[in-house]
């Protein structure tokens, strides 16, 4: 079993910036690749980003290729975010999400989410 928590989300301008970190716990971090998911109002959840367990394999979603970043630190347990030129449409509740393996397709494991709110 895994247990996620993030944290980083909150509120700020366009054009701003935000880093999102999730915590892992509960098996080998280097087990599961990990990934971030996000949810706006009225939408169906999608990926944004996601990375291999040994961190050599990385997926930005086009529309946020140039602004997100994706890294894991496999010593400290834990996967961020980084979020620059952030938009109005970037608001959503963000979800980490591990799954046992190399490579991120089906997740099988999810944190509570945190908001990130664009003002614009």
């Known amino acids: 079993q895994v247990q996620l928590v993030e944290s980083g989300g909150g509120l700020v301008q366009a054009g701003g910036s935000l880093r999102l970190s999730c915590a892992a716990s509960g098996s080998i971090f280097s087990f599961n690749a990990m990934g971030w998911y996000r949810q706006a109002p009225g939408k169906e959840r999608e990926l944004v980003a996601a990375?291999?367990?040994?961190?050599?394999?990385?997926y930005i979603r086009d529309s946020e290729k140039g602004r997100f970043t994706i890294s894991r630190d496999n010593a400290k347990n834990t996967v961020l975010l980084q979020m620059n030129s952030l938009k109005f449409e970037d608001t959503a509740v963000y979800y980490c999400a591990a799954q046992r393996g190399s490579i991120l397709r089906v997740p099988e494991y999810w944190g509570q989410g945190t908001q990130v709110t664009v003002s614009s």
């Open positions: 990375i291999s367990r040994d961190g050599s394999i990385k």
